[in-house]
């Protein structure tokens, strides 16, 4: 039914095709969202299933340039392997900031919560891409 494409100028085309419509949908996603927002007021802008939609696509997209971006590096050594304890505590140390700053007038189990949902936030893209520098320097080594 498909037939796989080998010629290297028409794969750019299609990527740069699939570049141009995601842009072009970003753009669309954004332009509802602010319909919305001028409708319905700021605060309701979360209650629409286009910002999930949005949000999703933003951090995906996130992750897949992470990859790109380390592939792109010039270092080829991998990481220390202190690398993940000193991101760790970096990330626990702000969640904990941001946490109890900025939440200082809620409950401590509110704290809590945050502090975890805000270290997942920082940590897990600081370990994808040590993962992806470890990946990258095991590839080379085995070549």
Known sequence: MFKKITDERIMEK???MFRTLYLVQTAGIIIV???HVIEHGFFELTSTPVW???IITTIVYAYLQMDISVDNE????APSK?????????????AAIIAFVVLADNPMLVKLL??????IATFT?????????NKKAKDLHDE
């Open 33 to 35: 969202l602010l319909l």
């Open 114 to 119: 945050a502090m975890a949902l805000l270290f």
């Open 52 to 54: 999930y939609v949005f």
């Open 125 to 133: 893209p600081f370990a994808f891409v040590l993962f992806l520098k």
């Open 14 to 16: 299609n990527l740069k």
């Open 74 to 77: 010039e270092n080829d050594k």
């Open 82 to 94: 202190y690398s993940y304890g000193i991101g760790f505590i970096i990330s626990l140390v702000i």
